[in-house]
């Protein structure tokens, strides 16, 4: 998958996707694609979520989409108040459409569909409440 398989068309939908998610939960999502990793998946993941402030959430509840391209790295981050709620492989399925899509070419689908699954996991451990806020921005952020 090139940087580029994602369409601005493809974006929209999947900004769009997040803001469906974030109606649901108080938790807040991002979309972060560049094209390699250079270091290993997790510890990347791990930056480029304290880069974006994801760690600032009033809960602690952000959730990280780490996609790299060219390598074909693909990981979910959920920060510590969802992990201290959830059991250990609360995101694997979420993992398994995302990758299962990748691998058919269908990256946006992919994106979407994970996307809304874990809005729908999300809302179990924090539903969204009426004074909830956006902390974060929903556009896909790129390395």
Same mark, same amino acid.
């Given at each position: 998958m090139s940087i580029n398989l994602i369409t601005s068309e493809d974006e929209k939908e999947i900004v769009s996707a997040i803001q469906e998610a974030e109606k649901n939960t108080s938790g807040e999502i991002r979309v972060h694609i560049e094209k390699e990793c250079k270091e290993d998946v997790f510890s990347r993941a791990k930056n480029v979520f304290e880069f974006l402030k994801m760690h600032e959430t009033e809960l602690k509840n952000g959730v990280l989409f780490y996609v790299s391209t060219q390598d074909h790295h693909f990981y979910i981050l959920g920060d510590k108040?969802?992990?201290d709620v959830v059991e250990k492989d609360f995101w694997e399925s979420t993992k398994e459409i995302v990758i299962s899509n990748f691998k058919n070419g269908n990256y946006k689908e992919g994106l979407v569909e994970g996307i809304l699954k874990a809005g729908e996991q999300l809302k !179990?451990?924090?539903?969204?409440? !009426?004074d909830d806020i956006n902390e974060l921005s929903d556009e896909i952020s790129r390395g």
């Amino acid at each position: 998958m090139s940087i580029n398989l994602i369409t601005s068309e493809d974006e929209k939908e999947i900004v769009s996707a997040i803001q469906e998610a974030e109606k649901n939960t108080s938790g807040e999502i991002r979309v972060h694609i560049e094209k390699e990793c250079k270091e290993d998946v997790f510890s990347r993941a791990k930056n480029v979520f304290e880069f974006l402030k994801m760690h600032e959430t009033e809960l602690k509840n952000g959730v990280l989409f780490y996609v790299s391209t060219q390598d074909h790295h693909f990981y979910i981050l959920g920060d510590k108040g969802i992990n201290d709620v959830v059991e250990k492989d609360f995101w694997e399925s979420t993992k398994e459409i995302v990758i299962s899509n990748f691998k058919n070419g269908n990256y946006k689908e992919g994106l979407v569909e994970g996307i809304l699954k874990a809005g729908e996991q999300l809302k !179990k451990f924090f539903p969204y409440q !009426k004074d909830d806020i956006n902390e974060l921005s929903d556009e896909i952020s790129r390395g």
